[in-house]
């Protein structure tokens, strides 16, 4: 055999082979033609451990808009970001796919790439199914974008055996919580959770906004320094709780759901969706866990500030399953979707007409709508990628070796003013 | 060293190396409800089974086993008999600058793989190859290449060269050297190729999370990775259980080929 | 690309009945054989794994946030890669992972493979080291973590002993790293077994008896017959090793995620953090062309010593 038939053979071969498998490909009849409102559409998340409840989903969305979903998972976040960014230059630009508000919404919508949705928004408005405030998280230039696919609000879990044995009540002023804190410390039960990887951010996010939302605002704007005053006497305060032993071993990599359950620490800052995790992990809500909103640290602000976080749920402009994408969209905001959505996974409901299912969560959602307490951005969401990025690490650096806290601040600052740099 | 010193010695280093695998089973059977992390050593309960079914439940494994199992099989062989290939021009055919060529082809390995997977996808979803089992074979297999070429290529220079003279004198073509003499004579290193490339196909994610989208085209760590999340989710014995039945194929298939490992070949007769 | 262009220049038969007539002393009588064998390897390496780089390559010349179209901005990137401090944390704990790897899972998969070898049972008491291989790199980081976690499977068997205040292994630098090696080690140290396994068998019967007969055993045995003839194996073995340590990713990410702060990242976690995390694809395919680069030379270097010594190509 000479050499030019050894790399037909070899070609042949090669062919052959994937021939063989492309026979049994994965097309699954998705609904391709533009302008189509019922059939199955492509959706694609980064929160993949909700596919089954997805799937759960849609005998109700098949039933009542003619639609299900085919869901895709992914469960590296930032991968996630770059894969869907990159499909919109292709045949593959998604009909449905999870983002998040903020900066990385408005990127998108600069560059023209997602549906506008201002229509489902005056809707779901008119019937009641959604608040102005949550409304603002989602306009850009006066224009709607995406709709909320959850709502989460960050309060304070806490292990309510441990809260019960040491006498101790919710707390309603950050000087109970203080008091609490110490009581719990005294006892020799570590008061509070912190990490020294990606959620270090919750307590600093508190501890400005409960302190001043103004100067909190200020941060995600880049009218405050995070080396002004009034940040690092902040930071002091997390300090000096942190010199008390206040906080939980930054070297656990303990699922904090079983570190709350086995008492690890009492008490812990996390998002309402939490709920599902201390669930799983065996708690009964209510009974061996309960909640309560995190008291300002600022007495005379007047109303409470919660951090609110919302991820939405986006239709690409220029995808063949735009209209399709749309439909869901139009349904996912009823109150009859939110409510099947609610039995498929219990989570607090933006949309005050639908049936939620767990009280803890069912009250947490008329305590933050009762006038006296008002939402703000998580700092998540609030604040640039970059700075973000560098702010993490560093509060993590401040959680692993808390010390001066001016060389971490002065770190996010440097980032922050590069960035600003480069808005002007 | 004599035999029992040697013998007492593999015998304590596998202990120790087999504690973490003790770790991940015992913690892979307690009941997601009654776990702790405080009694890390001490077998609390046997609940794997279950912990086996949630995981089965939450992630639509066993669809993905198929698909997976073909890819694993069949892009290594592939790989394999194209690295032979390919160790066998430089090395018994001598090729010309054949290790500037052989540097083209182990250089596919330098370059991260994360900073392949976005233009892979562009271009897979551009010429129909994006979530097609096809697309996955191909590009396992381009991955597996270098590796393959690169153990094949030292596995034949210890190969006498008059070896390949004694069979030309014989009339052979080079074709039959090389499925005849070399390929059967290299059993040992194709095996290993084999499972060491099957291994790392079984239980890749990177690519299979890029390149693919539906339940019967994504490979199986795919579908599993998406367990585990802040946003709820497996608990982690779940997800440790999750893992122990995923390696189970790769365990086994250890377990099957090591006769290959256990006579010396005696090369000395060629 | 240049590289795929295999000129015809040579007589176009390339038959082998006439070629094996030629004297076997001329050096390269089967070229046009030798090409068609290696062309498939070529083909398949260059398609799919470096037309991609190309385009990394390109996109390091620019600014480009995934959106929208890239922007030359020539070597601004590169600039700014070396101008962050961070950039020197994240090179030297790439290189300690690089002296690591060489150092553990090389230098105790030689070990086991000789302690197997000829070993009555040997392929059984192989066998521990090759499971951690074979299990799923998801079951590895949750493992590791939650034996290094504080309080974790270790603390607690530490303090059966009586050590009741274990380091801090995960976030103290450079131990995390350390440790992170280790757990690295543990998956890997199978695999370089098996290859030198396969380098050992391969060893021809008659000069080791030879050796033997001459009273060579243990270490005298070793360093005159096994490590010499181990060579094209153990060119395998250090040279993936290289390869795979400056590329180290997963088990940090899955482990610290490169923290904390930034104490534990590596080069590939950089990378990472520039591109996806801050959709700075141009910085991040700089450090990624940069890695690349230092791969590509390292290993280059090393392949090159090590396989010109005995056989020339």
Known sequence: ?424 | MSRFLRTATLVALGIVWLLPVYLLIINASKSPTTFTSTEAWIPTDFSLFANIADAMQLSGLSDSVVSTLAYAIVSPIIAVVVGAAAGFAIVALRLKRGFLWFVVIFGGTVFPLQMVLLPLFDAYSRVGLYDTHAGMIIVYTAISIPFSAFVMRNFFTGVAHNVFEASVLDGATTWRIFTRIYLPMASSALVAIFILQATFIWNDLLLGLTLSQSDNVRPIVTTLSGMQSTYGGAQMSTVLAAAVLVSLPTVVLFLFTQKFFSRGLALGQY | ?313
Request: hydrophobic share 45%; glycine share 8%.
């Open chain 3, 1 to 313: 690309m240049a590289v795929l262009q295999t000129p015809e220049r040579e007589r176009t038969v390339g038959g082998l009945p006439e070629a094996a007539h030629r004297p076997p002393r001329r050096k390269t009588p089967y070229q046009a054989a030798a090409r068609g064998f290696i062309a498939p390897g070529v083909l398949m390496v260059a398609v799919l794994l470096y037309l991609p780089l190309l385009w990394t390559t390109f996109l390091s010349f620019t600014e480009y946030n995934g959106l929208g179209d890239p922007e030359w901005v020539g070597l601004d990137n590169y600039v700014e890669m070396f101008d962050d401090p961070s950039f020197v944390g994240s090179l030297l704990n790439t290189l300690l992972w690089v002296a690591g790897t060489l150092l553990i899972p090389v230098g105790v998969g030689l070990a086991l493979a000789l302690l197997t070898w000829n070993l009555p049972g040997g392929i059984w008491l192989r066998l521990p080291f090759l499971i951690p291989y074979a299990i799923s790199g998801i079951g590895v980081g949750v493992i590791w973590s939650f034996i290094l976690s504080a309080n974790g499977a270790l603390d607690q068997a530490l303090a059966m002993i009586g050590i009741a205040d274990p380091p801090r292994w995960l976030v103290d630098a450079p131990l995390n790293t350390v440790v992170m090696i280790i757990a690295a080690s543990w998956q890997g140290v199978g695999v370089n077994a098996l290859l030198f396994t396969i380098g050992l068998q391969s060893i021809p019967k008659e000069p080791l008896e030879a050796a033997r007969v001459d009273g060579a055993t243990g270490v005298r045995l070793f360093g005159s017959i096994l490590w010499p003839m181990l060579r094209p194996l153990t060119a395998v073995v250090v040279g993936l090793s290289i390869v795979a340590s400056l590329k180290t990713f997963d088990i940090v990410l899955s482990m610290t995620k490169g923290g904390p702060g930034r104490a534990s990242e590596t080069l590939a976690l950089t990378m990472y953090r520039e591109t996806f995390v801050n959709s700075d694809y141009g910085l991040g395919s700089a450090i990624a062309v940069f890695l690349s680069v230092v791969t590509l030379v390292a290993s280059v270097l090393y392949l090159r010593q090590q396989l010109s010594q005995k056989h020339e190509m």
């Open chain 1, 1 to 424: 055999m000479n050499s030019r038939r050894m790399v037909g053979a070899g070609i042949a071969a090669l062919t052959a082979a994937t021939l063989l498998l492309t026979g049994c490909s994965g097309t699954d009849g998705s609904s391709d033609e533009a302008g189509a409102t019922t059939g199955t559409l492509d959706f694609y998340t980064d929160k993949a451990a909700w596919e089954p409840d997805f799937d759960e989903l849609n005998a109700a969305s098949e039933e009542q808009a003619e639609i299900t979903l085919n869901t895709t998972g992914y469960s590296d976040a930032a991968q996630y970001d770059a894969f869907i960014k990159q499909s919109f230059r292709t045949q593959k630009s998604p009909g449905l796919f999870t983002w998040h508000t903020g900066d990385s919404l408005k990127q998108l919508v600069d560059e023209g790439l997602v549906a506008e949705t201002t229509d489902l928004w005056t809707k779901a408005i008119d019937e009641g199914w959604a608040t102005e405030g949550l409304r603002a998280e989602y306009t850009i230039d006066d224009k709607q974008y995406c709709v909320p696919m959850n709502i989460a609000y960050w309060v304070m879990y806490y292990n309510k055996n441990i809260f019960e044995e040491h006498g101790i009540e919710k707390p309603t002023t950050w000087e109970e919580l203080d008091a609490a804190a110490g009581t719990l410390k005294d006892a020799g039960i570590t008061p509070y959770y912190q990490t020294s990887t990606l959620f270090t951010f919750q307590w600093f996010q508190q501890l400005v906004a409960g302190t001043d939302p103004e100067l909190y605002k200020g941060l995600s704007t880049g009218e405050v320094k995070y080396t002004d005053p009034e940040i690092v006497e902040i930071m002091d305060i997390w300090l000096d709780q942190h010199e008390k032993g206040w906080f939980s071993d930054a070297g656990s990599t303990v699922d904090p759901a079983v570190g709350l359950k086995q008492g690890d620490f009492a008490m812990i800052n996390f998002g309402s969706f939490f709920n599902g995790s201390l669930d799983g992990a065996g708690m009964v809500s209510g009974e061996d866990y309960d909640m309560f909103v995190i008291p300002a640290v600022n007495a005379d602000l007047g109303t409470t500030p919660v951090a609110v976080e919302s991820g939405p749920l986006c239709v690409a402009e220029n995808s063949k399953q735009k209209d399709l994408g749309l439909a869901y969209s139009e349904w996912w905001m009823s109150a009859d979707a939110q409510t099947a959505w609610n039995a498929a996974r219990g989570d607090v409901a933006f949309n005050p007409k639908a049936t939620v299912n767990d009280p803890m969560l069912a009250d947490l959602g008329t305590t933050v709508a009762d006038g006296e307490h008002e939402l703000f951005t998580r700092y998540f969401e609030a604040t640039p990628t970059p700075i973000l990025t560098v702010a993490l690490e560093q509060f993590g650096a401040f959680n692993a070796n808390p010390g001066d806290p001016m060389p971490f601040l002065e770190a996010i600052q440097a980032e922050a003013d590069k960035y600003w740099a480069d808005q002007e």
